[in-house]
């Protein structure tokens, strides 16, 4: 059986639809394909839309002890991206509750006005390592991760340290 090409999009609902509008845009830096007072759909990228954010106002709030979805991803191209994308919405009042090296991923999450949790990541290994690593003992002791401090490190990035040091997993060396 084949498997699906891509991972297309996301549909949120809300009845917080002007801030959720004015967050998601700014924390993806993503810009609006069309909108209307129901439903606006949103893309960062060559996708017709990778967002779309519908007003529903008849909605109860979340309530996190029912199952669901965890959290979002969304993958930047470099750690440059990410701390400059973090130091961005730190600017206008948007700060992680979480800043985590997964090993494979390097991570800060954030919540949305509607509280759904957000991951701005990078990859921090290649995919064959990422493997190798999900399968090693260092993993299996660990399969979260250590958490980091965005500030600490950006100050370090920002005096020349590499990326590659910055995001390196303590304890863990790739296979040669």
Do not use: C
């Amino acid at each position: 059986m084949k498997s699906p090409i891509k991972f297309a999009h996301v549909v949120l609902k809300t009845t917080r639809y002007t801030e959720m509008l004015e967050w998601w845009q700014l924390v993806l830096s993503a810009s609006v394909r069309h909108g209307n007072d129901f439903i606006t759909f949103l893309s960062y990228d060559d996708e017709h839309h990778r967002l779309a954010i519908v007003r529903l106002p008849h909605l109860k709030e979340r309530d996190d002890s029912l199952s669901g979805v965890e959290h979002f991803a969304f993958t930047f191209a470099s750690l440059a991206d990410l701390f400059g994308k973090y130091q961005q919405l730190k600017t206008n009042g948007i700060v992680p509750y979480w800043t985590i090296n997964h090993g494979m991923n390097f991570s800060a999450y954030y919540r949305d006005p509607d509280g759904n949790q957000v991951e701005l990541q990078i990859d921090a290994m290649s995919p064959q390592t990422a493997d190798e690593f999900m399968n090693s003992p260092v993993f299996a002791a660990n399969p979260i991760g250590v958490d980091v401090d965005f500030d600490a490190l950006i100050a370090r990035f920002e005096a020349g340290e590499s990326a590659e040091s910055i995001v390196r997993y303590p304890g863990y060396s790739p296979v040669a």
